[in-house]
């Protein structure tokens, strides 16, 4: 998987509201309402504790410091624990955290104490981004779509069936390919016979997935992935609404999952 580098978080709440000015245009809602309509809940009086973890690759810098910028920007309270791992989960629970945050290189989760919920990364980042696309104000198609079944396109992927949408994906991987055409009952997109959509999600760690063949004049793409999609020749050419963010979106789906 993909680890962010503390540069993917220079900037963040710069970039997030640019990106929430775009979904805002693009969806007639802003962020905090397309997370409230999908999993029912509103921010409440909830401490949220940030736990470091040293494993794997160790502590990213800035991933911390952005979790409680993210955690403030949404209306919860937060803090960092001082020490990080098992310590530091200690500390998360005597200073009062009713949630904990925390990631090592392959999960990151936030856990409700006092509901028991639990939330991952890669699945809500996948909800919350191929949810973004599906609203998209500018079109009455129910064509989606997804490119990229990884663990976050296949979670996006599953959210817009359940959703009732027709959901097109491409995945170079036939085991992915396979796997979701028979538990999701996806279509294969074949860029042999392009279709023109209007709303894509993409989920891949590749730049420019997107080609001309695949989308309408005027769309939205919408991708938490690094690096972007979209060749800038297309992003000039086309009337493209871009939602592009490396982690606030997918952290405040995580939050709102276990409210
Ligand atoms: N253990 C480190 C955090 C490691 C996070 C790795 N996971 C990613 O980079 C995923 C999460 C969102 C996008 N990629 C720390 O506590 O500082
Ligand atoms: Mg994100």
């Known amino acids: 998987m993909a680890l962010l580098t503390p540069e993917d978080l220079e900037d963040l709440l710069n970039?997030?509201?640019?990106?929430?000015?775009?979904?805002?245009?693009?969806?007639?809602?802003?962020?905090?309402?397309?997370?409230?309509?999908?999993?029912g809940t509103t921010p409440d009086s909830r401490k949220v504790g940030i736990v470091p973890i040293t494993s794997g690759n160790g502590i990213i810098g800035n991933f911390s410091s952005s979790l409680l910028a993210i955690t403030e920007y949404f209306g919860l309270e937060g803090f960092i624990t001082e020490h990080p791992d098992i310590t530091g989960y200690h500390q998360a629970v005597a200073n009062g955290a009713d949630i904990i945050l925390m990631a090592d290189d392959h999960i990151f989760v936030a856990h409700n104490l006092r509901n028991g919920k639990i939330a991952t990364n890669h699945v809500c980042t996948g909800v919350i981004y191929s949810e973004i696309a599906s609203r998209y104000k500018h079109t009455d198609s129910k064509d989606v779509l997804v490119i990229g079944l990884g663990r976050v396109g296949y979670?996006?992927?599953?959210?817009?069936?359940?959703?009732?949408?027709?959901?097109?994906?491409?995945?170079?991987?036939?085991?992915?390919?396979?796997?979701?055409?028979?538990?999701?009952?996806?279509?294969?997109?074949d860029i042999e016979s392009p279709r023109k959509f209007s709303m894509v999600f993409e989920a891949t760690p590749n730049a420019?997935?997107?080609?001309?063949?695949?989308?309408?004049?005027?769309?939205?793409?919408?991708?938490?992935?690094?690096?972007?999609?979209?060749?800038?020749?297309?992003?000039?050419?086309?009337?493209?609404?871009?939602?592009?963010?490396?982690?606030v979106i997918g952290v405040a789906a995580m939050l709102y999952s276990v409210l």
């Open 15 to 39: 970039k997030l509201n640019m990106n929430n000015n775009i979904i805002k245009e693009a969806t007639g809602m802003d962020i905090a309402q397309i997370c409230e309509a999908v999993y």
């Open 155 to 189: 979670a996006g992927a599953s959210h817009l069936v359940e959703k009732g949408f027709n959901v097109y994906a491409c995945d170079p991987n036939t085991d992915f390919m396979n796997k979701a055409i028979e538990e999701l009952g996806v279509k294969a997109f």
């Open 208 to 247: 420019n997935t997107i080609s001309e063949g695949m989308i309408a004049e005027r769309c939205l793409v919408s991708t938490p992935g690094i690096p972007c999609a979209l060749p800038d020749e297309l992003v000039e050419k086309y009337d493209i609404d871009l939602v592009m963010e490396p982690l």
